[in-house]
């Protein structure tokens, strides 16, 4: 029997992205239609934003650790959170959870090593590409990063929070993202980080300077490979 997917939402877009993904390519290792049970719980992005603001980690694992003991009861085996910037949190999560987890940035670490990418830019929240989260992964496969600079990093946040939460996909955005992922390129970069689960619902392969990727997508895949 298939393992039961726990997914800790944190952002709308991001969260249905991921379990959309689940339930559609769930097929290919189950058969027509089929894919893991999976059961999702999540506090508000309200709550969470509070907490990232004053940079109150403990109060984001809290939140998380809340929604892995509801799933953990729910039944589920292990779990995925498809948001990149509560990772910053992970370790106190990962040290108190009731259930395993997959890391978002560890099978884009794995994928970018698999396409032989050297160096690959980041892009995200603010708090997202100024962490840990993607470097230390990311060096441990062997592959380098580079991060946005501070006036792009203002760029970005502004469109993840003022558009992309809100399901606004702008031309103006677009344009955006591919005038950072080429300064990128142009610094050497061989591939990009879609390193928030909304982002990929604005850039992909088709409009982007670099091939991209897709951390919502990939972490979704890796729950499913794990879970069948």
Not at 69 to 96: Q, R, S, Y
Request: include cysteine; glycine fraction near 8%; aromatic fraction near 6%.
């Amino acid at each position: 029997m298939p393992q039961h997917i726990g997914i800790v939402g944190v952002s709308a877009e991001g969260a249905a992205l991921c379990y959309k993904t689940i339930c559609i390519e769930g097929e290919q290792y189950l058969g027509q239609y089929v894919h893991p049970e999976v059961s999702m719980h999540t506090h508000s992005l309200g709550e969470y934003m509070t907490c990232i603001s004053r940079g109150d980690w403990a109060g984001v694992s809290a939140l998380m650790l809340s929604s892995a003991h509801k799933l953990a009861k729910a039944g589920a085996t292990f779990l995925i959170c498809p948001d990149n910037t509560v990772h910053l949190a992970f370790a106190e999560v990962e040290a108190h959870s009731p259930l395993p987890w997959i890391h978002i940035a560890e099978p884009v670490a794995e994928v970018a090593r698999a396409r032989n990418l050297r160096r690959v830019g980041l892009t995200g929240t603010k708090w997202l590409v100024d962490s840990d989260v993607y470097p230390s992964r990311l060096t441990a496969h062997g592959v380098e990063y580079l991060r946005p600079t501070a006036a792009e990093r203002d760029d970005l946040n502004r469109i993840i929070f003022d558009e992309l939460q809100y399901a606004v996909f702008s031309d103006a955005a677009v344009a955006t993202f591919q005038r950072v992922i080429e300064r990128m390129k142009g610094d050497g970069c061989d591939g990009v980080v879609l390193g928030c689960t909304e982002i990929p619902l604005l850039m992909n392969d088709g409009n982007s300077p670099l091939p991209t990727l897709d951390s919502t997508r990939l972490l979704a895949r890796a729950a499913l490979r794990r879970a069948c």
